[in-house]
């Protein structure tokens, strides 16, 4: 059912915080937002016709059906705001995670709510803490506004090490924790994250991406959230809900917290297909139980088969992995190419590891059997290897529509 908003009497609260922005939300810092298809396509960003894409951890079922459905229902209402649906998906959010409304905010993904934090909380005077390997958008934020970059490598058991962050930087502005981390796909315990939140210097504020949580069995840290602590919590409808391409995130936190984020990207108007196909996902019980189950079976099989060929890889609870390909990653990942397996990147702290997103089942055989024939030697990067970026530049036409980046 489609509601109309259009008595000015009665603020919105996405209108509300529309009209309460503060001087410096027009001083709003302009720098480039790094998102996680940037990082992935790099090199490529126009792929050959049937190309295996397990490269940037999209989710290959898509939006659900119902998302889908509403989606395409709401399109004759594209000429107007349609704020309210704003508030809709706000008041949805808040009753599924009890929080008042004041503690979530919706944006068109949790990309913008992630380098706005950034950009709120540290400084040149405050640094930036990450893993390492972590997910590197925080940190293309922090080195915008020229705030140091602080990385602590992960621990044995690929956790953050919470103390060991503690410890790098007691000029903190934000640390930034990734549970389940993007690129390992491993968890952060809750109480290493309490143990942080409790220790960190004063000031700071503890930057917790759920992005993939719900592939995993980890537990979210929203009770913190609710208890008011120094945590700005991110989730997103991109991944398990399938709608990267649609836009839509929330970040979850105090709202004395939220408002000193919207001070640095203002607010905006969402775009009603995402709202709506957000409404819907969540109304689907059975969706996230579903999804989760299909991720765990496919990566199941996947590492069974790894291990049954004796390759290393990091073990996972979420729709990404790290593989360890024996070499420089890059020649693994020219020679996947070539075959038409488009895997993910490097992260220069582990350079024979290469990400690797979780596909359909009938995307990871091919995976396998191209990874199968990179390990043999079968085929290489050098062997007919694939060109230069620079040479592609110039045979781009006969490549079959793959484009590299110079
Ligand atoms: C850990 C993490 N956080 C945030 C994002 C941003 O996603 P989006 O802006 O699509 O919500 C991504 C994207 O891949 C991610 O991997």
Excluded at 26 to 35: H, K, W
Aim: glycine share 6%.
């Amino acid at each position: 059912m489609v509601r109309q908003d259009d008595d000015l009497s009665l603020p919105s609260a996405s209108r509300r915080s529309f009209l309460s922005l503060s001087a410096a939300a027009s001083a709003a810092l302009a720098f480039r937002i790094v998102t996680e298809p940037m990082l992935a396509h790099a090199r490529v960003h126009i792929f050959p016709k049937d190309a295996i894409r397990i490269d940037a951890n999209e989710n290959p079922l898509g939006p659900s059906v119902s998302a889908r459905e509403a989606a395409a229902a709401i399109i004759p209402q594209g000429g107007r705001y349609s704020d309210y649906l704003t508030d809709d998906l706000v008041k949805t959010l808040a009753e599924l995670e009890g929080l008042k409304l004041e503690q979530v905010r919706v944006y068109a993904g949790s990309s913008e709510p992630l380098h706005h934090t950034v950009a709120a909380f540290s400084s040149p005077q405050r640094s930036y803490v990450t893993a390492d390997p972590g997910y590197e958008a925080g940190m293309h934020a922090a080195q915008a506004i020229g705030a140091k970059v602080v990385k602590v490598p992960l621990t044995k058991t690929y956790a953050h090490d919470v103390k060991a962050m503690l410890a790098a930087a007691p000029d903190a502005g934000v640390f930034y924790v990734c549970t389940p981390n993007n690129p390992t796909g491993t968890l952060t315990s809750h109480s290493d994250i309490e143990y942080l939140v409790e220790n960190k210097p004063q000031g700071s504020v503890v930057l917790v991406d759920e992005a993939y949580i719900h592939f995993a069995d980890g537990v979210s840290v929203m009770d913190l959230v609710k208890a008011g602590k120094d945590v700005i919590l991110l989730r997103t409808f991109s991944k398990i809900y399938g709608m990267a391409g649609l836009r839509c995130g929330a970040v979850f936190g105090r709202p004395d917290l939220l408002e000193k984020i919207e001070n640095y990207g203002g607010w905006n108007f969402m775009p009603i297909t995402a709202l709506v196909a957000a409404l819907a996902s969540l109304k689907d019980a059975q969706l996230v139980p579903e999804r989760k189950r299909i991720n765990a079976t496919t990566r199941g099989q996947v590492f069974a088969w790894l291990d049954r060929n004796g390759y290393s890889y990091v073990p996972s609870q979420s729709n990404c992995f790290m593989l360890d390909t024996k070499r420089p990653a890059k020649a693994a990942i020219d020679a996947m190419a070539k075959q038409n397996v488009f895997i993910g990147r490097i992260w220069p702290v582990w350079p024979t590891y290469a990400r690797i997103t979780v596909g359909t089942a009938p995307e990871m055989e091919q995976f396998q059997a191209a990874f199968q024939k990179v390990m043999t030697g079968a085929v290489t990067a050098s062997a007919g290897a694939m060109p230069s970026a620079g040479e592609l530049g110039k045979r781009k036409k006969k490549l079959d529509g793959i484009v590299i980046r110079a």
